[in-house]
């Protein structure tokens, strides 16, 4: 029976021990797609889902219709963003390895998608994210310190205690409470926009998953409602080729790109280099112009490479070669920034080397305050009784007596 | 006041609810032009407009999804399920978003959703448009659970519903639509119009969340129950002569636990009746309720009148629902124990 079985089962192109093998990715010369006006009907731009936007050459100049002319403060502000996400991610990641939290997932070389994204964005647009784009949080001001006692469920804690680390959110940031159920928020996003219409204003909603997490039925849900009412919403699809151990094939990634499932919808799909921060500016730029203007969705496919493990939880060298990002043809996104602003006479490796100091040392200093606040040991602690809290906006009696009970009988 | 059915009086309840708050907005399969397939929502969208009244895709997920979005974004969505048996494809938006919203956030994001759904059966509906799934939501912390059993309590109740700040799924059991019915598919139908609670307000009024209502006072026995077996209930305390208690929950979430506890208390015999299945399902809840709160009260073991463990069968419709028959000999089990 099994031996003879017709079912296709996806593979990756490599597996551990194999030298790395990229040669599935289309990947287009950087320049080379038009960029159409944001009124063009989906149909009638389709190879935007196909090919892939691009604006960093290889050596650090710009190109191409697609090049966002920011000045080099902005981007001076954008490097700073990415590396500061990044220092961030190192300490979260050594103080894990330290039992200090008990889990944390980084975000390496996936930073350009969320900072760029942020930036191209009004801070009155609201952000739906999924649980890899501390970008977000970082370009949105988030301080660090924040950030870091929702980690460590401390008497600083915005979840007072009630998520698990990296489900961040703020009220006053538009930034939604993260779920650890992947691709909720996608619809959310669009009922979201779709209550800014139906409002009269100008706010778009943006949201932001993984290419595993297409294949949910939320997903579809998103793009079925966003097409119906034509919601002023951006929806990412950040591929970065790993759903924990499965390769993107298993969402159907290989065989048409994500972007063009826009396309069945008739929402306009981009597909473009994630790794390039001028390009990912561009094209959310772009579709928030499309958003703002009436002209409706936008799914954008953002290429990029997972370069850490998933989470802390999880060894990718089980699966995967261990030197793939080094192999992975559209680089590191902090190194091209950094290489084009360098070029542009706006920055230099001496200034680089230095930045990542000063960050390094703030991230260090920021945990240090964090602690302050309690840690997962170590008081001030938070008052379990505020489990109760929220449930509903009042209490029901049944949460009194429970909570009664609880103080009662004690903790352990 | 006016005589209404439960349908006219759903309607009554959104109309209201759309003109006094302008952030009211309606959702659901077949609800906008057409008014609904069981008509709850006729003539809202002729009066309120499109843009409040919205016919939606038929993706039950998407329906409560986009809901929460929009209810974190200042509006208060009223979205009908076309049939409780369809609402499962939502319950991951329901169960973990909808209802943990407000408490993982802390509070600073919450979504002042009401979910209408018809439920039950009684109607030849078969297993695919027959089901009570009240128990599968009165296990989830963070949403309020609710089955009216009357037109009064149904517009009272819904306005209540919109107004809450708290999610509320609220179950509407479609065989009462029309008029009560007492278990007896034989009978010629009755309207609303015969009976006491078919006479509603025709302006704003509330019926709170969290109480339950005595509609038969009684010594003998108390009966737990909800929704269209309140009048099943009622038939049956009525045919054997039994001086039964009959209390109508109404909200099964957050449940009125004093009203239990004060009749068993009383009657010392308790009888709970349900059209759900019986295994963990909702009586069960209630039957550890009131052993808990009237253990030494109690002269008999409680009892439970369900629809049967199986799926609900299309031809075997009365052999499946707790009727009276069924429900006196529940009486009389508790009352010769």
Known sequence: MIQKSRLHIPHPPARPGDKPDFSYLQISQPGEVMRPDVNTHAMDMTDLAHSMVRVLKDDGKTTGPWNPHLEPEVLQVGLRHMMLTRAFDERMQRVQRQGKISFYVKCTGEEAVAVAQTMALLPGDMLFPSYR????????????????????????????????????????????????????????????????????????????????????????????????????????????????????????????????????YGIPGIRVDGNDFLAVYAVTAWAAERARTGAGPTLIEHVTYRASAHSTSDDPSRYRPKDEFEAWPLGDPITRLKQHLIQLGEWSEKQHEALEKELEKHALESWKEAITYGTMTEGPSLDPSNMFEDVFKEMPEHLKKQREQMLAEGDK | MAQMNMIQALNSAMDIALSKDPTVVLMGEDIGYFGGVFRCTEGLQRKHGEHRVLDAPIAEGGIVATAIGMGVNGLRPVVEIQFADYIYPAFDQIVSELARLRHRSAGDFYAPITIRTPCGGGIRGGQ??????????????????????????????????????????????????????????????????????????????????????????????????????????????????????????????????????????????????????????????????VQEECFWHLEAPIQRVTGWDTPYPHAFEWEYFPGQKRIINALRAVLEA
């Open chain 1, 133 to 264: 784009n501390q970008g977000l949080q970082v370009a949105r001001g988030r301080k660090l310190v924040d950030l870091m006692c929702q980690c460590l469920s401390n008497t600083r804690d915005m979840c007072k205690g009630r998520q698990m680390p990296i489900m961040y959110h703020s009220k006053e940031g538009n930034l939604f409470s993260i779920s650890g159920n992947l691709t909720t928020q996608y619809p959310q996003a669009v009922g979201w926009a779709m209550a800014s219409a139906m409002k009269g204003e100008d706010n778009l909603a943006a949201t932001w998953i993984g290419d595993g997490s297409t294949a949910e039925p939320d997903f579809h849900h998103a793009l079925t409602f966003a097409s119906v009412y034509q919601a002023p919403v951006i929806l990412n699809v950040v591929n970065n080729q790993w759903a924990i151990s499965t390769f993107q094939a298993f969402a159907g990634g290989t065989r048409v790109p994500f972007a063009a499932r826009g396309l069945g």
């Open chain 2, 128 to 289: 695919t448009h027959s089901q009570s799934p009240e128990g599968i939501f009165t296990h989830v912390s963070g949403i309020k659970v609710v089955m009216p059993s009357n037109p009064y309590d149904a517009k009272g109740m819904l306005l209540s519903a919109i107004e809450d700040d708290d999610p509320v799924v609220f179950f509407e059991p479609k065989r009462i639509y029309n008029g009560p019915f007492d278990g007896d598919p034989d009978k010629p139908a009755r309207p609303w119009s015969t009976h006491a609670k078919g006479e509603v307000p025709e302006g704003h009024y509330t019926v709170p969340i969290g109480k339950a209502e005595i509609v038969r006072p009684g010594n003998a026995a108390t009966i737990i129950t909800y929704g269209t077996m309140v009048h099943v209930a009622e038939a049956a305390a009525e045919k054997s002569g039994i001086d039964a208690e009959i209390i109508d929950v109404r909200s099964m979430a957050p449940l009125d636990v004093a009203t239990l506890r004060a009749s068993v208390q009383k009657t010392g015999r308790c009888v709970i009746v349900h059209e759900a299945t019986r295994f963990g399902g909702y009586g069960a809840e209630l039957s550890a309720t």
